[in-house]
C-alpha cells in the first residue's frame, strides 16, 4: 500500500509530472495534489500497473489523465487510422464527457488528439474521426463494442488502458463487454484501475488484467473523509411537497433525487411553477435535452436539478450545496452514490433523506448499512430546521420570468479538426446491456433505448460535429 502525503506540501511538479502539464494545471488553479493523486502517480508515471480505490471527489480523473497524456506523449508515435494508442473505459456518457474536458487541455499541451465513443448519438462523427487516427479514446463499452464488431477501430496498438468507475461498471453489468475489449488490447500493455470497492467482479479484473499492480487506497485517510451533514426528516404525505419546495430555494446549487422518471419530470415542472426554476435529468429525455439541462445547471442557469439514480454517478459539478432523497433510495450504494453529488474536492455539503412514517425502518436501516448516523426530526412546512439547512432563501421567480432554455442547436455535418469526433456534451446514461432507470437489467435483456438515453446503438438524436467540444463544466478533480 503506498503512502499518502498530505496534498497541501505536495505539489505536482514533486510528483514528476511534466512541466507543460503542471502549467495547465496552474492556468485552472490547480496546484497541489489530492491524496489519490499523490498515493498513485509516481507508480503510474513510471509504467506500473496501479490499482487505485478512492471515493466519488477523490480526484482519480486527474489521478490517471496525467500519467495516461504523459506516457502517450512519450511514446513519440502517430496514430494510425483506426488504432488509437491510449483508451479510458467509463460506464456513463456524462462521465466520458466530462473525463474528456479534463484530459483535452493535457493533451492538447503536448500535441495529442483525444475523441469520445458512446451512443445515443450518431456514429458517423466517431467514425470519421477515427477513420483520421487518434491519440486516445475515452469511450463507453457498448458502442466501442459495436465500432470494433464493424471494423471501425482495432484496439492492438493501445499501449495505455484505464477503467473508471470499475464498481458502478459491474454493478450495471458491463463487464463481460470491458473483458472483451482489455482482451482486444495488448497485453503487455500498462493497465490503471480505479474502483470504489472490489466486489461484483472488480477483483477479477484485477487479477486477471492488471501485471503485479501497485494497491493504493485513501479509502481509510481520514482527511479523505467528505465533510457531508447527514440528515433524516420525518414528513406527513401532504407535507411532503412543501417541505420539498423550501429545502429546494436555498442560495446555493442542490440536486434532488427521485425514484422514478415521471417523478423527477413533475417535481421540476412544480418546482417551477412555484417559483423555483428547476431543470430535469432521466432517462425519457432525449439527448439534447439531457444536455441543454445539465448545461442549465453547470452555468447557474438554475441552481435546482431533479434526477433520477441515472445522476447519481453521472453528475461531477462542484459547489452543490445540497442533496435532498425526495424518495429514499432504495439501498446503501444508492444512497452513498447519490450523496457523493455534494462535498466534491474538498468542500462541505449537506444531505436530507425524506421519509415518512411509514418509511422509518426501511430508512433506518439503509443508512446503517451506509455507515452514517444522521440527524433525525419531524418537519412540515415552515419549520426552523428547514430554513437552518438550507441558508437564505432565493427570490422566487415567477414561471413566465423563469430562464427559457435555449433553443436546440441546428443538426450541422461532421466536419472538424482531426481526433475531436463524437464529443456530445452533457448528460450521459447508461451504457449497453438495456437497463431498467434503477440500474436493474431489463427482464428481456432487449437492446432497444428509449428517448436516446442508453448508451449503445441507438437512433441518433442529433448529429454532432467532430469538432464540438464542450468547454463548460468546472475543473475534474
Known sequence: MGSTPDRTTTTFADLGVPARLVDVL????????????????????????????????????????????????????????????ALV???????????????????DALGLSTMTIFGGVGQRPQVTALARGVDIVIACPGRLEDLMRQGHVRLDDVE????????????LGFLPAVRRILDATD?????????????????????????????????????????????????????????VTELASGLGRSVLFTRTKHSAKKLARDLTQSGVPAVDLHGNLSQAARDRNLDRFRSGDVRVLVATDVA???????????????????????????SGRTARAGASGTVVTLQTRAQRSEVAAMTRRAGISPSLASVAPGAEELLALTGPRAAHVPPSSAPAAPAKPATRSPRGPRGRGG???????????????????????????RGGAREGTTTATRTMSVSEFSSRGRRAR
Open 423 to 449: 464529443q456530445g456534451r452533457g448528460a450521459a446514461q447508461k451504457d449497453r446491456p438495456s437497463r431498467r432507470e434503477d440500474g436493474r437489467a431489463s427482464s428481456n435483456g432487449a437492446q432497444a433505448r
Open 312 to 338: 447519481a454517478r453521472g453528475i461531477h459539478v462542484d459547489d452543490v450545496a445540497l442533496v435532498v432523497h425526495v424518495d429514499p433510495p432504495s439501498e446503501h450504494k444508492a444512497y452513498t452514490h447519490r
Open 160 to 171: 495505455i488502458t484505464v477503467i473508471d468507475e470499475a464498481d458502478h461498471m459491474a454493478d
Open 26 to 85: 496552474a492556468a485552472q488553479g490547480i496546484h497541489s495534489a489530492f491524496p489519490i493523486q499523490v498515493a498513485t502517480l509516481p507508480d503510474s508515471l513510471a509504467g506500473r500497473d496501479v490499482l487505485g480505490r478512492g471515493r466519488t471527489g477523490s480526484g482519480k480523473t486527474l489521478a490517471f489523465a496525467l500519467p495516461l497524456v504523459t506516457r502517450t506523449a512519450a511514446a513519440r508515435r502517430r496514430p494510425v487510422a483506426g488504432r488509437p494508442r
Open 187 to 243: 497485453r503487455h500493455g500498462q493497465r490503471l484501475l480505479f474502483s470504489a470497492t472490489l466486489d461484483n467482479g472488480v477483483d477479477v479484473l484485477v487479477r486477471r488484467y492488471l501485471s503485479n499492480p501497485v494497491h493504493h487506497s485513501v479509502d481509510d485517510d481520514a482527511s479523505t473523509e467528505p465533510d457531508i451533514d447527514h440528515h433524516v426528516l420525518t414528513v406527513a404525505p401532504s407535507d411532503k411537497a412543501g417541505v
Open 89 to 107: 473505459l467509463l460506464p456513463t456518457r456524462e462521465l466520458a464527457t466530462q473525463v474528456q474536458t479534463a484530459i483535452t487541455p493535457l493533451a
